[in-house]
Each structure stands twice: as C-alpha cells, then as structure tokens.
C-alpha cells in the first residue's frame, strides 16, 4: 500500500482543514487507517484512527471534539476535517494504514506511511 498525505497548509487560529490520504492497492478496506503528527522537537504522536467499515473512530484528547476521521473504501481514501485549530496543532501529519487494528494508538502497529504534510496554525 501507497499512501499520499495531501491537503496541509498555513491557518490562523480557529480556522479550518481538510487532510486528506489517497492509497493505492485494491486492499485498502482491510486495513485500520490512522493520522499521527510530529512537531518540531517532539516525538510524533496519535491524532485518530478510524476502523475497517468506517464506523469506530479513536481521537487523542487533544484534538477529541475538534477534529473528525473519515473514510471512503470506495476511493480509497481517509480524511481528517479539523477545526478550532490551535497553534499547537502545528506538526507534520501522516496517514498511515495498519493490518491488525488491535494496538491502532502505537506507531510500531502501522505496516505503511505517507510522506507527511505540514499543517501551520498561527496564532
């Protein structure tokens, strides 16, 4: 699997965006999609994930309320809307697509990543 992170950019607080991850393969509704984001100096960390059918969304208490994962099986892609941004909310977001599902928070569970988007919230 492939995956191709787009949608990342400059907002100001409060504002809004669409992340969004295209996967190539025919498999892709096999595998537990998730976001992570790494800021400067810090260690990348779990932002959501979203189950097989779509239907089981996890968010980190930091973004819980604010951000929302989605799939399309069909088209082979996972969004993140996010909104209320904050300038903590500034890092590097990657997709990234796991076969298991059952340690989804933790890095080492995911078999595949996108190359990353930047995503700068001023304040």
């Known amino acids: 699997v492939q995956l191709q992170a787009s949608g990342g950019g400059l907002v100001q607080a409060g504002g809004s965006l669409r992340l969004s991850c295209a996967a190539s393969?025919?498999?892709?509704?096999?595998?537990?999609m998730g976001w992570f984001r790494q800021a400067p100096g810090k260690e990348r960390e779990f932002v959501a994930a979203?189950?097989?059918?779509?239907?089981?969304?996890y968010y980190a208490d930091s973004v819980k309320g604010r951000f929302t994962i989605s799939r399309d099986n069909a088209k082979n892609t996972v969004d993140l809307q996010m909104s209320s941004l904050k300038p903590e909310d500034t890092a590097v977001y990657y997709c990234?697509?796991?076969?298991?599902?059952?340690?989804?928070?933790?890095?080492?569970?995911?078999?595949?990543w996108g190359q990353g988007t930047q995503v700068t919230v001023s304040s």
């Open positions: 990234a697509a796991d076969r298991g599902g059952n340690e989804f928070l933790q890095m080492t569970s995911y078999d595949y």
């Open positions: 979203i189950g097989w059918s779509g239907i089981r969304t």
């Open positions: 393969g025919r498999t892709f509704s096999s595998y537990f």
